[in-house]
């Protein structure tokens, strides 16, 4: 059996790809790793499962200086928007085998439009499974509260959006008070979802504040990708509070925005809605202030012609009443010298009646009719009882006294 070393199979392998790999072609694969050395970049790609997202195919690749250089020159701005970890990429590549070091492929050239494309339809997909799980409307459905002191703001501490949306909020014409709270987190790139999530779930479990504000500078459409994320979308679904989004799309809406309470496009007007919002609660207060002035009032006035009603029947009904009294003394007073002749009549006749009654129980007349008084030491006696024998008691009769010892007592 012919026995080959490893250099001669490599040897072998290479004459077959390059035979089979004579031209340049597209393939369509998503950046897993992108790191720059020295002018040039290594990357690995790779192609993974759509329903499980386990990888199928994996290669690593590169992109030599003078290439690199083009792409740069070619992409403008979005180069490194387009050529970092997690992106959808569609490229143009040689394929190359090395002795040494084994396959990769020559990244020659990168078509932008395939990855605007695949974000465009990774959307779609996110909003119709937003929308057959409920989720578009819930934050939206929450009741805005009257007053919003309170803000969590989910931002980049460095962020100039950031900055703008404190100093808006701070140097606001009516002087309101706000009381904004920072969770930070990044506002591009691959940490960019983790940690929203993370922060809006730290929100929620706080439970001290009355709304959520996401918000960031503006940016091209790969660099507001990240808020496109079902992940961020559904936890915003299932905030207890309104979430604002000020995320700086000039004209598309992020998922982000599709399934906020509130969405507006800079931070600016983010800091300008609440202070609005503020500023309707105090002309409602106001109003409301104006009216129940008002109704005091009309109630006062009321009340002020009911007590001028209630006093004018008062006085009325006094004036009746006393005439009513007046008559009734003239009325007396024309009785009472009648009342007093038969007052003085009955108390003549009481008192010679009682004088009568005088006369007939006086002592004279009982002692004519053979009756006496016996007293003992100045006292009347009404029994033998207050006497004994020896005592000397007086006896009056009708025509004088005597005087008489007790020699003995008899009982009935």
């Known amino acids: 059996m012919e026995v080959y070393n490893l250099l001669e199979l490599n040897q072998y392998i290479k004459q077959v790809i390059a035979l089979n ?10 950046i897993s790793s992108f790191n720059e050395s020295r002018g040039h970049a290594y990357l690995d790609l790779v192609e993974k499962d759509e329903t499980t997202d386990q990888v ?56 932008p439009s395939y990855t605007y494309g695949q974000l465009a339809i990774q959307r779609e997909k996110v909003i119709e499974q937003l929308r057959q799980e409920g989720r578009m409307d819930l934050n939206n459905g929450i009741r805005f509260p009257t007053l919003t002191q309170r803000i969590a703001v989910i931002s980049s501490d460095t962020a100039a959006g ?53 918000t960031r500078g503006g940016g091209s459409k790969l660099d507001l990708s990240s808020f496109d994320s079902y992940a961020i979308a559904k936890q915003i679904s299932e905030m207890p509070i309104p ?95 009648t009342l007093l002749k038969s007052r003085i009549k009955q108390e003549r006749d009481q008192l010679a009646n009682w004088e009568q009654q005088n006369r007939l129980i006086a002592p004279e007349r009982l002692l004519k009719k053979g009756y006496s008084i016996v007293r003992f030491n100045g006292k009347l006696i ?30 009935e």
Request: hydrophobic content about 45%; proline content about 2%.
């Open 162 to 214: 950031y900055q703008d949306f404190i100093q808006q909020l701070q140097q606001n014409q009516y002087g309101y008070a706000f009381k904004p709270q920072l969770f930070p987190a990044a506002m591009q790139g691959l940490r960019t979802e983790m940690e929203v999530v993370s922060q809006l779930k730290d929100i929620a479990d706080v439970g001290r504040h009355d709304v959520v504000v996401i």
């Open 21 to 30: 790999f004579v031209d340049t072609l597209w393939i369509s694969c998503e």
């Open 56 to 111: 199928k195919a994996m290669i690593s690749a590169v992109i030599w200086f003078r290439d690199f250089s083009f792409l740069r020159k070619k992409l403008g701005l979005i180069a490194d928007k387009v050529l970092k970890e997690g992106m959808q990429v569609k490229l143009k590549v040689e394929v190359d085998f090395h002795e040494r070091f084994g396959m990769k492929l020559i990244i020659k050239d990168i078509d």
């Open 243 to 337: 979430v604002i989004t000020g995320i700086g799309h000039d004209i598309d809406l992020s998922i982000a925005d599709m399934v906020s309470s509130v969405a507006l496009k800079t931070p600016t007007a983010v800091a300008n809605f609440l202070i609005d919002h503020y500023a309707s609660f105090e002309n409602l207060l106001y109003d409301q202030a104006i009216k129940l002035k008002l109704a005091v009032q009309q109630r006062f006035k009321n009340l002020d012609e009911y007590l001028n009603q209630f006093r004018k029947q008062i006085e009325v009904s006094l004036d009746h009443r006393l005439s009513a009294k007046l008559d009734q003394i003239q009325n007396i007073n024309k009785e009472i010298p």
């Open 382 to 411: 009404d029994s033998i009882k207050s006497i004994k024998e020896g005592d000397q008691i007086e006896i009056t009769l009708v025509d004088g006294a005597i005087q008489s010892i007790v020699k003995a007592k008899s009982h």
